[in-house]
């Protein structure tokens, strides 16, 4: 009995191993993020500037952290890859040309101290974003129509050396129309920078040199990708696998999706969330995908207030529409999904509020909870993870 006993605990105890340490894993695994707020701070609005709060990934649960002030319209913000700097744009107000703001960002308290200020590279900046290593900060400029690549220096302050790119608006009638930059986004592989144009109907293509000191950006091969005229290219995501990447068009209702290889985009289907019996100005808005990459999500203003959601075809990248859902709010400018996958959080703009929607990870649809916090005019909803 006594040999058959240490016989059997030669078995067993790498079995106990791997049980603990399955249980220390699943315990420590982070369950808690960070997120910042961005917001308007203008035309009546009760909001301070950017906000702090806790959320946990198991509840849904949301907690006030910290905020900052002294910032007009911080209406995007972005994290730095080493969490340890937070950039915002502020979108108009008192300074003459748009800004980008810097501030130290302490994990442990929330607490946002200003760095300094640069030139946001024109008017009206409406988004802002960074490079995988943490040394450019892009913002594109929605009433000038231009593009702005600032570099960053050592300590996270920003450097006065902003590179500008301007797009010149299509000519009808002899007269030059609208460029509205709507956004900046890196490739996976950190090599190019794609900049939906909504005046234009473009998207601009750019090669990003990551090591240069200033002017990191020069036009690709082709410069540009064309989008049907009135379509209102807005936001813009790649997908996980790196393979695809997909488009929200704000005026037309339409999501592209894309082949992406090597700074080339080949488009392969573009779906309408567009109801057929819609009247007046479209919003189209947000766009993001699940974790997983199995789902995307879409945000519609214009009064239908609702998010769409598709399913995504993980061998061609190809959607399939799943269900809408009422934003619950007014004006849902802009959503997150949490780090885990687990819940989606809707920002209601013109309702002053954020609503937390429980994600089903099969199926991809949402649930309301009843969570929610209000804020005066949240734009921009950022985790920290």
Same mark, same amino acid.
């Given at each position: 009995?006594?040999?058959?006993?240490?016989?059997?605990?030669?078995?067993?105890?790498?079995?106990?191993?791997?049980?603990?340490?399955?249980?220390?894993?699943?315990?420590?695994?982070?369950?808690?993020?960070?997120?910042?707020?961005?917001?308007?701070?203008?035309?009546?609005?009760?909001?301070?500037?950017?906000?702090?709060?806790?959320?946990? !990934?198991?509840?849904?649960?949301?907690?006030?952290?910290?905020?900052?002030?002294?910032?007009?319209?911080?209406?995007?913000?972005?994290?730095?890859?080493?969490?340890?700097?937070?950039?915002?744009?502020?979108?108009?107000?008192?300074?003459?040309?748009?800004?980008?703001?810097?501030?130290?960002?302490?994990?442990?308290?929330?607490?946002?101290?200003?760095?300094?200020?640069?030139?946001?590279?024109?008017?009206?900046?409406?988004?802002?974003?960074?490079?995988?290593?943490?040394?450019?900060?892009?913002?594109?400029?929605?009433?000038?129509?231009?593009?702005?690549?600032?570099?960053?220096?050592?300590?996270?302050?920003?450097?006065?050396?902003?590179?500008?790119?301007?797009?010149?608006?299509?000519?009808?009638?002899?007269?030059?129309?609208?460029?509205?930059?709507?956004?900046?986004?890196?490739?996976?592989?950190?090599?190019?920078?794609?900049?939906?144009?909504?005046?234009?109907?473009?998207?601009?293509?750019?090669?990003?040199?990551?090591?240069?000191?200033?002017?990191?950006?020069?036009?690709?091969?082709?410069?540009?990708?064309?989008?049907?005229?009135? !379509?209102?290219?807005?936001?813009?995501?790649?997908?996980?696998?790196?393979?695809?990447?997909?488009?929200?068009?704000?005026?037309?209702?339409?999501?592209? !999706?894309?082949?992406?290889?090597?700074?080339?985009?080949?488009?392969?289907?573009?779906?309408?969330?567009?109801?057929?019996?819609?009247?007046?100005?479209?919003?189209?808005?947000?766009?993001?995908?699940?974790?997983?990459?199995?789902?995307?999500?879409?945000?519609?203003?214009?009064?239908?207030?609702?998010?769409?959601?598709?399913?995504?075809?993980?061998?061609?990248?190809?959607?399939?529409?799943?269900?809408?859902?009422?934003?619950?709010?007014?004006?849902?400018?802009?959503?997150?999904?949490?780090?885990?996958?687990?819940?989606?959080?809707?920002?209601?703009?013109?309702?002053?509020?954020?609503?937390?929607?429980?994600?089903?990870?099969?199926?991809?649809?949402?649930?309301?909870?009843?969570?929610?916090?209000?804020?005066?005019?949240?734009?921009?909803?950022?985790?920290?993870?």
């Amino acid at each position: 009995m006594f040999e058959f006993n240490i016989y059997a605990m030669s078995f067993i105890k790498p079995i106990l191993y791997l049980c603990c340490l399955l249980t220390f894993t699943s315990c420590t695994a982070q369950t808690k993020f960070d997120l910042l707020i961005g917001t308007y701070t203008n035309r009546g609005s009760s909001s301070e500037g950017i906000y702090v709060y806790t959320f946990d !990934s198991k509840t849904g649960e949301l907690e006030y952290k910290n905020e900052v002030g002294d910032i007009d319209n911080p209406s995007y913000l972005a994290i730095s890859p080493d969490h340890k700097n937070v950039y915002a744009v502020s979108e108009s107000g008192r300074d003459p040309v748009g800004m980008v703001y810097a501030y130290d960002y302490d994990s442990s308290t929330g607490k946002l101290t200003f760095k300094n200020k640069e030139s946001a590279g024109g008017n009206g900046p409406c988004y802002v974003s960074m490079d995988h290593t943490g040394k450019y900060v892009f913002t594109a400029n929605y009433g000038s129509g231009s593009l702005a690549a600032v570099p960053v220096l050592d300590g996270g302050a920003l450097s006065s050396s902003v590179q500008e790119i301007y797009n010149k608006g299509n000519v009808v009638n002899g007269k030059e129309g609208r460029s509205n930059m709507h956004a900046a986004v890196i490739s996976p592989d950190n090599k190019y920078l794609f900049a939906p144009n909504l005046g234009i109907d473009k998207i601009g293509v750019y090669h990003f040199d990551a090591e240069a000191s200033s002017n990191p950006l020069t036009p690709a091969e082709p410069a540009f990708i064309n989008l049907p005229t009135g !379509s209102g290219p807005r936001h813009f995501v790649f997908h996980p696998d790196g393979k695809h990447a997909y488009l929200i068009q704000e005026l037309d209702g339409g999501i592209t !999706s894309y082949d992406y290889h090597d700074g080339k985009l080949s488009p392969i289907q573009t779906v309408s969330f567009k109801p057929d019996d819609f009247e007046g100005t479209f919003g189209g808005a947000d766009i993001h995908i699940s974790p997983d990459g199995r789902f995307l999500y879409g945000s519609n203003r214009s009064g239908i207030n609702e998010i769409v959601i598709y399913s995504i075809d993980q061998n061609t990248g190809m959607l399939t529409f799943v269900a809408k859902q009422s934003s619950l709010g007014k004006t849902p400018r802009n959503f997150a999904i949490d780090p885990t996958g687990n819940f989606l959080l809707v920002a209601n703009q013109d309702s002053d509020d954020i609503i937390v929607f429980n994600r089903n990870q099969e199926t991809g649809l949402l649930t309301p909870t009843d969570i929610s916090i209000n804020i005066g005019r949240p734009v921009n909803l950022t985790f920290v993870d």
